[in-house]
């Protein structure tokens, strides 16, 4: 039976073109400062974001890590979404290695902050006030379905931060696709915040990577923090070569798994048992509500019938990406159906 999975995207492996650059890599010591590829990509990171330098990392969660420990004295407070990856997603390391405190305020359905909210977060030091070190946000907003932060969101909450001499970090593991989204360049949706780390490794495809970008200033404290981490990677221009491809063919496919995902999110809408909005949908992440019975009952028959999902009951997610196509959708509904059906008989 063949599997279609739909965990997330970065289940995507890297194309075939990327395979080939990967072979023809040209390579040197990049903790000597020596690879022509890794510097290559990292020129080209800085310039999609708009800023003066990029420096390549192994993950997502470190390009946030790092951002955190390069603004942030031990002891500071973050203050982000109750939605946020760096939250929910990234073991801790804000507290367990940058020595921070998480300080939350609501994200909205939209995957916004309110300014007002965020304004009345920031704390100063004095007596026992542990303060404010940096402000984050996240675009797109990964668990309120995808959604796109414009550039109007992200400067209301970036003009706060920076009255209170604040910096901002933006969490843009998917800005492509709140670019393509939207149908703007991604430095329109960069140019107000200070730092922001995007990923290779989710829908442009790439096996391996993302790039933290910011001034040149905060990237050089950036990779002596990246050493500390034992990140520093020798002949990583293996790895970068993918990442160039993907920057240069992968980013307007994205519209593709948009495409996908509404057409997901309208088809799960008609399945009885199954909560969604598809008007809530605006990239390629589609996150559902089970209503119809124990959700283990649901999801091991979903995933007997060769269909991968992620989340956990009550709220499961479908993540379309490169190598799922319209056929691939219409029989991942098929499988859902089936499964829902059978769940809620089973339940009568
Ligand atoms: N997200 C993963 C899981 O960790 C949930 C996924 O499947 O969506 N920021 C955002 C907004 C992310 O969605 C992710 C990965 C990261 C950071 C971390 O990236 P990696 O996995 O490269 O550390």
Redesign the pocket.
């Known amino acids: 039976m063949r599997t279609i999975d739909l965990?997330?995207?970065?289940v995507t492996h890297p194309t075939p073109e990327m395979r080939q650059a990967m072979v023809e890599a040209e390579l040197g010591d990049d903790v000597l400062g020596d690879d022509p590829t890794a510097q290559r990509l990292e020129a080209m990171a800085a310039e999609r974001m708009g800023k003066e330098a990029a420096v390549f990392v192994?993950?997502?969660?470190?390009?946030?890590l790092l951002a955190i420990l390069s603004w942030c004295n031990r002891g500071d407070e973050v203050i982000l979404g109750t939605e946020?990856?760096?939250l929910?997603?990234?073991s801790a390391g804000s507290a367990a290695v940058a020595g921070t405190l998480l300080r939350t305020v609501p994200n909205d359905a939209g995957g916004r902050l309110n300014p007002a909210d965020v304004e009345a977060a920031i704390r100063t030091y004095r007596g026992g006030v542990s303060p404010t070190g940096l402000v984050a946000l996240?675009n797109?907003?990964?668990?309120c379905n995808g959604a796109v932060l414009t550039a109007a969101d992200t400067k209301a909450v970036a003009d706060v931060a920076h009255n209170h001499g604040l910096p901002v970090h933006l969490?843009?593991?998917?800005i492509f696709n709140a670019a393509v989204a939207l149908g703007v360049p991604a430095t329109d949706l960069t140019e107000e915040v200070d730092s922001v780390?995007f990923?290779f490794?989710?829908g442009l495809s790439a096996p391996?990577?993302?790039a933290l970008c910011g001034s040149f200033e905060f990237i050089e404290r950036a990779r002596k923090g990246r050493k500390m981490l034992g990140g520093g990677m020798r002949q990583v221009g293996v790895l970068a070569a993918a990442g160039i491809i993907g920057l240069e063919q992968m980013v307007p496919r994205l519209a593709e798994d948009h495409e996908n995902a509404q057409r997901l999110a309208i088809g799960l809408a008609k399945v009885p048992g199954i909560v969604i909005d598809p008007a809530s949908i605006q990239t390629n992440?589609v996150f559902f509500e089970w209503q119809g019975g124990p959700g283990s009952d649901f999801l091991a028959k979903v995933n007997e019938r060769g269909l991968k999902i992620?989340g956990a009951a009550p709220r499961f997610?479908m993540?379309t990406h490169w190598g799922i196509n319209g056929e691939d959708v219409e029989e991942a509904l098929e499988k859902i159906e089936a499964a829902a059906k059978e769940a809620v008989a089973a339940k009568v």
Request: some cysteine; glycine content about 10%; charged content about 25%.
């Open positions: 965990r997330s995207d970065t192994s993950s997502g969660t470190m390009g946030n946020a990856h760096i929910w997603h990234e996240e797109t907003q990964n668990r969490d843009g593991a998917r780390t990923c490794s989710k391996i990577g993302s992440i992620s997610r993540v």
